[in-house]
């Protein structure tokens, strides 16, 4: 039986002499109906004939930069299916045919590889926190149907390749992927598959914090673009927030005297007022606006036929490796398991930034305000940053909305406030020793309260968590 679709893969090089020529050969094993293409960005060595010996279509991109190549290669290259992986002989190439299946099963326009690392020197030091930070800032703001976002293996529809503005220029160019992916909400899988280390000799040309850092500000200039109420509205958000802030010293002095001393001050928050009420408006016609984009971008994805879909069957006679079709909803693997142990140290850890936050506050104002007013101001802040930084660092958004679940957060805090207090007064009242040493009291206190948060956290405010 033929095989009815145009398969391409598609390896962008940069200085792999060492390993590219095993990677063309492994493809072409796994796949032998496909056209291997590889993508050299101004290599220095000798990857061009390496590439060409193995049996590689060579081709050049003169601008430096992952996503410069991505974009010369899904303009230039006409297929059904596109298979992008890396040239550096980290990914498994008898993983490609299940791949393919599993896109054509669905079919799929996004089958995404999840790295299982198979030796220590898979990741480089910090590169796996950077991916899982990274991947959770974006599954947090656009949708969390896309796992292990960084991987360098995935296979594309049609539609998909033709429809990608591919605006990026670097590495951060795998995040555009993810995000135009989840904004026009294509159907996505993944199939976890082997991540193995570099062979020697050969060098990653991903710098950690640089190319982090630029991935970082490209997730901020899309939340900007494609979620432009979210970030103008946040920017609204903190400046009246600032501006009540700084007004309610004069404020409280106006009631109690009936007269405003500090013009300077009243002035400069009546400007800061003004400024999120700017940025409030401008999120709302730039929402508009990206509304119409996207509108825009799923037209153009329309215009290209859907993958045929294939069963299981004949992707067996094509002679495709069978694989159950795991749908991104669906799966579950191991690298996003939450266990207890970090969700404590992580809580622990959220603890300590909500602590520099009231502390900070308190000593910012205590002067102005004393310790009671200031303390009245702190604690609401605090809370909140907890809870927001519980909700996307910790336990994960829950089924309720965000002031359902802003209000449970603040009752469970309210609670081991309780706890903590009550334990205190119980150890003062009932050991001698707690008595002379308020310390040991203090202790109890703040381990009772942070079991009591951490308890009613997971079980009443987050239970529902994705």
Wanted: aromatic fraction near 10%; charged fraction near 20%.
């Amino acid at each position: 039986m033929q095989n009815p679709c145009k398969i391409a893969v598609l390896i962008p090089c940069y200085n792999e002499e060492v390993a590219i020529a095993k990677v063309v050969r492994d493809f072409k094993a796994a796949l032998p109906a496909a056209e291997i293409y590889v993508f050299d960005n101004n290599s220095s060595d000798n990857t061009i004939r390496q590439a060409q010996a193995a049996g590689a279509i060579v081709r050049s991109e003169t601008q430096q930069g992952k996503g410069h190549v991505v974009r010369r290669m899904f303009r230039d290259i006409d297929a059904d299916l596109y298979l992008m992986v890396d040239g550096d002989d980290t990914y498994d190439a008898g993983l490609a045919p299940k791949m393919l299946q599993l896109a054509l099963s669905g079919p799929y326009d996004l089958v995404n590889c999840i790295r299982c690392e198979t030796g220590d020197s898979a990741y480089r030091e910090g590169h796996r926190l950077g991916n899982k930070l990274l991947t959770g800032v974006v599954r947090q703001i656009f949708g969390n149907r896309i796992l292990d976002m960084l991987s360098g293996y995935k296979v594309f529809s049609r539609r998909f390749v033709k429809s990608f503005p591919a605006l990026s220029t670097g590495f951060d160019i795998e995040t555009e992927l993810t995000v135009h992916t989840l904004e026009l909400s294509m159907p996505a899988a993944h199939i976890q598959g082997e991540y193995r280390g570099r062979p020697e000799g050969s060098e990653s040309k991903l710098r950690t914090y640089r190319d982090g850092w630029r991935i970082l500000m490209l997730i901020l200039k899309l939340v900007r673009h494609e979620r432009p109420m979210v970030f103008f509205g946040a920017l609204a958000g903190l400046l009246a927030t600032l501006a009540l802030i700084l007004i309610w010293p004069v404020f409280v002095t106006y009631l109690e005297t009936g007269l405003v001393p500090r013009f300077p001050t009243a002035i400069l928050t009546t400007g800061i007022m003004l400024l999120a009420s700017l940025s409030l408006f401008t999120g709302i016609v730039l929402d508009t606006v990206t509304r119409g984009r996207k509108e825009l971008r799923m037209l153009t994805y329309l215009q290209h036929p859907a993958p045929e879909h294939i069963p299981v069957d004949d992707a067996l006679a094509w002679g495709f490796q069978a694989v159950q079709a795991e749908s991104s909803s669906s799966i579950s693997p191991r690298t996003e398991n939450n266990p207890l142990l970090r969700q404590i140290w992580r809580f622990a850890l959220v603890g300590v930034v909500g602590y520099l936050v009231n502390a900070g506050l308190v000593e910012a104002f205590v002067l102005s305000l004393g310790p009671v007013k200031a303390q009245m101001l702190a604690f609401p802040a605090a809370v909140s940053v907890t809870w927001w930084l519980n909700r996307c660092f910790t336990f994960g958004a829950s089924r309720h909305s965000l002031h359902q679940e802003w209000l449970r957060y603040v009752l469970a805090n309210l609670l081991g406030w309780i706890a903590n207090n009550g334990a205190y007064l119980w150890m003062i009242f009932s050991l001698p020793v707690a008595y002379k040493h308020p310390s040991i009291a203090v202790a109890v206190g703040s381990l009772a309260g942070m079991v009591f948060n951490f308890s009613s956290s997971r079980l009443f405010v987050f239970k529902n968590a994705e």
